[in-house]
């Protein structure tokens, strides 16, 4: 369904796109599908609204910049605004600090003050952790875990009921490591005593930063609940957890726009090591169900060698089993098919399930059996007779059915990949213009 | 929680009464009207609609008796517009806002009905159908325990930090109260710490669990559980599972194994009260890969628009068994939405 909104955005803009005067009708058709996009984002409705005007206003009001068409002029007006609302500097500075963690129940504050203490501990830092939930049962077997993994100190207590004392026993205790993060317990806007409780751990661990833990799948809500804990603690920042999902994190925006900070970071994955820096383009983009190539390949180029594989060779030519092979193994250090395929600009397009259902054991099986391939056989897979398969897969210590499987696969990824090539213009043209809106900010 | 709800359609209710009344047309089709303005407002948990002096039922009514009228889609559709950011407001994702408001314009537009004696039946009837059409009949576990083969097994699914664990908790002290004996079988054995969370549970609530070690297979806790609940003759075996997202073939496969070794009577989808649109993705999802038969909605005490239960029950269609609405072990709600309905409308008319 989401799909489908998008297709209309791109339909929008499709209509603005040989005009060169502005057509007030296509522009409030425009800021009409707008609007259902960041609202199906769970974007605040009462923001959707001011937004909206303010595009409209501004896309019919503004002179058209010399050398750009109507259909650029409005983009660049609704990219614009919407960085204005999501950008705030939000600085991360590696220096002796604490943090405090505020967050709804079952947000993931638990999860994430685990995968800040790692990010951290990567970037050099002493960090420890102190558990200051004294209300779920386990919390502090599941931070005491995570943190154990990573050889973090983690303070806690589970039989102490005073989340305060905790506390203070735990800076006490933590006095020579540099970066300190303080685990609380989920609560919402309306347990006056929690909200109590985390204005004094505020006031007591005189936190550098108050950082509220957003659920991206968190609705409308959002805005009373990031007021209400901004009036409390004063919030200087937003993580939104849980982007791994389908949810689009209009939730955070809202939020953001409560607190007037900015987003942080983003999670995105159960392991610890999924949490990434905020990024506006690819926020932006997954908001408004327009792919975001920028990140992906900001992504690859941390993952991969230069020289490894070109993300966009899957975009491109031959596809062959080669290519397959190399991008199997890029794909498996990016990160799940699906998530990366996510950030392609291709919103509009349907991928067969299958595509997905591979998992990365399955993929390291694909590998081997591909080892036991020749180049020929790699270069042009119709080669692969039933006896040259038989070989394969006794190479391969695999049964000729998975050789099979896996040529099905191949089959799939071909035709999915060239279906995208021959996909019109549609997403080309929205590829340039992301790319464009880089150069722009 | 509807509360918020409630009011808001509240108001854009008597908009859309007011809109209508304009119309010194013809004739109306009360029941229509009310009954879509009403689907959201069912949600409204006992609180009574009261409050404002003239209600829209009342309007509809005082119209209908006095004179008729024809209502058309010019007439309607700014109050509509305004009805559906209500609706979007409250949580009520995009699509199934879409959905109730075309429901509403079919039924206004263009409506002609003769109307006589029985003014009053007429309109609580029709809300009253509509109400239930949206919230189906809502889910009597102790119902369904008593009339069913023990052990009765019950599996809860949802993704991750709704609140399973906690629900299944909650659910087992509701069970034990009304009598019957309880096994947990603890699933989660992905998230650290969850194995400990649900066994201080379970032991404070005084309920036998079957675990495993962190990292073992959820298949094999569960099917130990029904084991033991078949041998010591334990009335419900409760599976608690880790969150998972519907995106991960992976673990959606974990749960159709877990399904397909526990064969559970009942599979429960938890999720929360305060999720926006992506509450029906997930929904749907679940429903299709591993099924679902029950809903429960958590941290119902956060939020007062509700939006979500709409979502759900009008995407996947199934009964609404029960809301969390705090953080102790009696703070849930089992969900009875006949109860719900003859609330609201006993105090509307």
């Known amino acids: ?441 | 929680m509807f509360g918020g709800l409630k009011e808001k359609l509240q108001a854009a209710r008597n908009r859309l009464g007011t809109s209508i009344q304009g119309v010194v047309a013809k004739q109306e089709p009360p029941s229509p009207e009310t009954r879509t303005a009403e689907p959201e407002t069912p949600l409204p948990q006992q609180k009574t609609i009261s409050s404002t002096a003239p209600t829209f039922v009342d309007k509809v009514k005082v119209l209908i008796i006095e004179r008729e009228l024809i209502v058309s889609e010019k007439d309607i559709s700014e109050a509509l517009a305004e009805l559906e950011m209500t609706l979007l407001e409250s949580d009520v994702a995009l699509p199934v806002s879409d959905a109730i408001i075309a429901h509403v314009r079919t039924n206004l537009v263009g409506k002609h009905r003769k109307i006589g004696e029985s003014v009053d039946a007429l309109v609580v009837g029709a809300l009253k159908s509509a109400l239930l059409e949206v919230l189906g009949k809502g889910f009597n576990l102790v119902e369904y325990v008593k009339t069913h083969a023990h052990p009765v097994k019950i599996l809860f699914t949802g993704v991750n930090g709704t609140g399973k664990t906690t629900t299944v908790a909650k659910i087992g002290a509701f069970l034990k109260k009304n009598g019957y004996t309880v096994v947990i079988g603890a699933g989660d054995t992905y998230r650290a710490g969850a194995i400990e969370q649900i066994g201080v549970h379970a032991e404070r609530i005084g309920i036998k669990i079957i675990q495993h070690q962190e990292g073992a297979d959820p298949s094999a806790v569960i099917f130990d559980a029904v084991q033991y609940a078949v041998s010591h003759k334990i009335d419900v075996v409760l599976a608690d599972t880790a969150g998972r997202f519907h995106t991960k073939s992976n673990l959606m496969n974990q749960l159709e194994k877990i399904r397909r070794v526990m064969k559970p009577d009942l599979i429960v989808y938890v999720d929360e009260a305060v999720a926006g649109n992506d509450a029906i993705v997930r929904a749907a999802e679940f429903d299709r890969t591993v099924g679902a038969d029950a809903v429960v909605l958590t941290k119902a005490d956060m939020d007062s628009r509700g939006g979500a239960a709409i979502s759900i029950a009008h995407t996947i269609g199934k009964p609404l068994m029960f809301l969390g609405t705090g953080q102790g072990y009696d703070d849930i709600m089992p969900f009875d939405p006949a109860q719900v309905v003859e609330d609201l409308l006993g105090s509307d008319t």
């Open chain 1, 1 to 441: 369904m989401l799909d489908n909104l998008s297709t209309s955005l791109k339909d929008a803009l499709k209509k603005l796109a040989g005009k060169t005067v502005i057509d007030r009708a296509a522009v409030d058709e425009l800021v009409k599908d707008l609007q259902r996009a960041l609202i199906s984002s769970d974007v605040n409705v009462k923001l959707v609204m001011d937004l909206s005007k303010a595009i409209r206003t501004r896309s019919l009001d503004e002179q058209l910049p010399k050398g750009t068409n109507v259909r650029e002029h409005v983009l660049r007006i609704v990219y614009q605004e919407l960085v204005r609302l999501v950008w705030a500097s939000t600085d991360v500075k590696l220096e002796p600090q604490t943090i405090l963690m505020a967050g709804l129940q079952g947000s993931g504050k638990t999860t994430t003050t685990a995968k800040l203490a790692r990010y951290f501990q990567k970037k050099g830092m002493k960090v420890g952790v102190i558990c200051a939930d004294t209300f779920r049962p386990g919390a502090y077997d599941q931070i005491s875990t995570l943190c154990a993994k990573i050889n973090v100190p983690c303070y806690g207590n589970p039989q102490e009921k005073d989340a305060i004392k905790i506390t203070r026993e735990g800076l006490e205790s933590q006095k020579d490591v540099e970066l300190v993060i303080v685990d609380t317990q989920g609560r919402h806007a309306l347990e006056a005593d929690l909200i109590q409780e985390i204005i004094e751990l505020n006031i007591l661990t005189k936190a550098t930063h108050r950082w509220l833990v957003i659920d991206a799948a968190l609705g409308q809500q959002a805005s009373e609940q990031a007021r209400r804990f901004h009036e409390a603690i004063d919030i200087d920042g937003v993580i939104i957890t849980k982007m791994d999902g389908t949810a689009k994190g209009g939730g955070a925006l809202s939020a953001v726009a409560e607190t007037k900070s900015g987003i942080v970071f983003i999670g995105s994955g159960e392991t610890i090591e999924d949490l990434e820096r905020f990024n506006p383009d690819g926020f932006i983009s997954r908001l408004l169900g327009m792919g975001d190539l920028k990140a992906l390949v900001e992504r690859a180029e941390e993952a991969i060698k230069a020289e490894d594989v070109d993300v966009n060779a899957m975009m491109k030519g031959k596809f062959t089993l080669r290519d397959m092979y190399t991008q199997l193994e890029a794909l498996n250090k990016m990160g799940p098919l699906k998530q990366i395929m996510g950030m392609l600009p291709m919103g509009n397009m349907q991928l067969p399930d299958g595509v997905y259902d591979v998992t990365s054991t399955k993929m390291v099986r694909y590998r081997i059996i591909m080892d036991s391939m020749t180049p020929g056989e790699l270069d042009d897979p119709s080669l692969i007779s039933s006896s040259r398969m038989q070989r394969i897969a006794r190479g391969a210590g695999a049964s000729p059915d998975e050789v099979r499987e896996l040529l099905k696969y191949y089959k799939m990824m071909q035709r999915t990949l060239k279906g995208l090539r021959g996909g019109g213009g549609g997403k080309f043209n929205m590829q340039r213009l992301m790319k464009r809106f880089s150069g722009m900010q």
